[in-house]
């Protein structure tokens, strides 16, 4: 039986883990062993999710939030690294570009712990952005590269991957399985709101978050927006002194299930989320992306959402377009059975380096 460390801290980190932790109790081979950092300490933005999916409790929970890129991932290297020497691990595993992923990614490399790396390939290309560091660093340490799309793996080619001598694995989206898998019972029609979601901290900056609150509160005039606040951004429109229009209903952060069904009864969305993006996709909406770039490149290519300057002008424009989009219909993220072909490649892997 060989250990595999999951090490977790965000939202999105929590509904691929659920789709792992699955098959992974149906291995004979495998055995996990979940670090929660405490990235997400809300308890609507991390209990929830572990009750909801089934996910295991964690076996430590090292508390860690807040403070800035350099010093939340500081934390949790020192933390991580006494942990890892402890428990011995044979395999490292993460998740997507978060600050838990770096810190985690580099212990074990340092401590010749392979790392094994979900979400690999996808690049903003754009180093000023802090997720794009993250992944990029995150990729190149990873002895085994989960990437789920063609562009990502050309991503991984151009830059010298395949001389690199780790394994490149294409398994399809963890998150677009989920959202199949938890969707729910029935589909309802769309209905005349707009899910909105805002959380990146580049958006909640001063130069930002004004602009997006103007373009959304003009957009709000034209009918509902459905919003489920995330803390960082509840804070920022206090500190900054914004308000928004009466037609933008806000909520308190909503569980995974409750944030599906908000999904598959609105009409469009407006997000910074990537994983809320290719859930969208999942549910077949069209939308608006508050980002410049997408490290999911082919939902853009495909007509399933635009992306938009992070001006007031700009958003609204794109906005504009949404409603002309024509999607392709193409299957894009695999067919539903990422976990299952993450689970054979790390047994197929383990049992090659004993």
Not at 304 to 330: C, D, F, M
Request: net charge negative; hydrophobic share 40%.
């Amino acid at each position: 039986m060989k250990n595999v460390l999951t090490v977790v801290g965000a939202r999105p980190q929590f509904i691929k883990a659920a789709m792992i932790s699955r098959q992974m109790r149906n291995s004979n081979r495998l055995k996990e062993i979940i670090v929660h950092t405490g990235q997400h300490y809300d308890a609507n933005m991390s209990e929830v999710f572990f009750q909801e999916l089934g996910i295991p409790q964690p076996d430590f929970h090292l508390g860690i939030s807040g403070g800035g890129h350099g010093e939340m991932t500081g934390k949790m290297m020192c933390e991580l690294e006494p942990l890892f020497s402890r428990v011995q691990p044979d395999l490292v595993l993460v998740y997507g570009d978060t600050n838990s992923t770096l810190a985690a990614a580099l212990v074990a490399c340092k401590l010749h712990i392979p790392v094994a790396h979900v979400e690999g390939g996808l690049r903003n290309h754009d180093l000023s952005i802090p997720e794009e560091v993250n992944r990029v660093v995150t990729d190149r340490v990873s002895r085994l590269v989960f990437y789920p799309t063609d562009r990502a793996l050309e991503n991984l080619l151009a830059e010298g991957f395949e001389g690199f001598g780790c394994r490149l694995v294409r398994t399809g989206d963890l998150m677009y399985d989920a959202a199949l898998c938890f969707r729910p019972p029935a589909g309802r029609p769309a209905q005349s709101y707009v899910l909105l979601t805002l959380h990146r901290a580049s958006n909640t900056e001063p130069e930002s978050l004004p602009e997006i609150v103007s373009a959304l509160n003009e957009i709000a005039c034209e009918g509902k927006l459905i919003f489920p606040v995330h803390p960082r951004t509840r804070g920022a429109l206090s500190r900054q002194g914004l308000t928004l229009h009466p037609n933008i209903e806000q909520l308190e952060p909503v569980g995974y299930l409750e944030m599906l069904s908000l999904l598959d009864g609105c009409e469009k969305v407006i997000t910074d989320s990537g994983g809320l993006q290719k859930e969208a996709y999942a549910y077949g909406k069209t939308g608006l992306v508050l980002m410049e770039h997408t490290p999911w490149e082919e939902l853009v290519e495909e007509q399933y959402l635009r992306t938009t300057a992070i001006k007031q002008t700009a958003i609204l424009e794109n906005w504009r377009k949404v409603s002309g989009l024509k999607p392709s219909g193409r299957l894009l993220y695999g067919d539903g059975n990422s976990a299952r072909m993450v689970i054979q490649a790390l047994e197929e892997f383990l049992s090659s380096s004993l």
